[in-house]
């Protein structure tokens, strides 16, 4: 069965700083990762998914198959950045199954 | 861009009743789907469609059931309603086929079971 797991309920870093929320998943057919994030008071929306190899408001993922990881970093963390981040596997028939959510608050 | 809605901000409902949590999306997509959102447990999936009059359990689907008469709207029902499922809902919907496909979420009903 899927799973992923998001180790870190919250995470505080201060603006500037680099920050790293970490997503580790298993499953055995070829994933489709994704991160979500939902601002205080917004509705959830995509960040950014593995497949477009992009960077969407200087957040970058990379897909490691052999460590099960898709961890989203910054090199420097803005205040804005603050929100609940969600990471997400895409398996068969579009559905996704998400992590438990990493609360993100960046510290000015 | 897509719009998806949900009829409720807010609902308080008391222990027994027959509850009904209605979405609808605008952009003609095929999926749709009802979560909910809970601290600590993230986003769980309980029940999703494909197609109207079609519907699939999702992980948690026990004390739902849901209704998809029309395309563009997706029922989301508890039958009789427990505190246990005093959560957050989020309805979403994508295009489909395949995987890799955006889900767009609407707003979220915050319901309280008394």
């Known amino acids: 069965a899927q799973r992923v797991t998001q180790p870190e309920k919250l995470l505080s870093v201060f603006k500037g700083a680099p920050v790293e929320l970490k997503c580790n998943y298993s499953?055995?057919?070829?994933?489709?990762l994704f991160w979500y994030v939902q601002y205080s008071r917004q509705r959830l929306q995509l960040l950014l998914r593995?497949?477009s190899r992009e960077s969407i408001k200087g957040f970058t993922a990379d897909l490691n198959k052999g460590e099960t990881s898709f961890h989203l970093k910054k090199p420097f963390a803005q205040e804005e950045d603050s929100a609940m981040y969600y990471c997400?596997?895409?398996?068969?028939?579009?559905?996704?199954?998400f992590g438990e959510g990493t609360q993100l608050t960046v510290n000015p | 861009d897509v719009k998806v809605t949900q009829s409720s901000r807010y609902l308080v409902k008391r222990t027994g009743e027959k509850v009904f949590l209605e979405c609808v999306q605008d952009?003609?997509?095929?999926?749709m789907f009802w979560y909910r959102q809970d601290p600590g447990l993230g986003l769980r999936l309980i029940y999703f469609?494909?197609?109207?009059?079609?519907?699939e359990k999702g992980d948690i689907p026990e004390g739902y059931s849901v209704s998809r008469e029309k395309k563009e709207r997706f029922s989301l029902i508890l039958e009789s309603a427990s505190t246990n499922q005093t959560s957050m809902y989020l309805c979403?919907?994508?295009?489909?086929?395949?995987?890799?496909?955006?889900?767009?979420f609407g707003p979220g009903t915050r319901l309280t079971v008394l």
């Open positions: 593995h497949i």
């Open positions: 979403a919907s994508s295009l489909s086929p395949g995987t890799g496909i955006r889900q767009f």
């Open positions: 499953y055995s057919g070829s994933p489709e």
């Open positions: 469609s494909y197609d109207v009059k079609m519907k």
């Open positions: 952009m003609d997509h095929e999926n």
């Open positions: 997400a596997l895409g398996t068969s028939g579009s559905r996704l199954t």
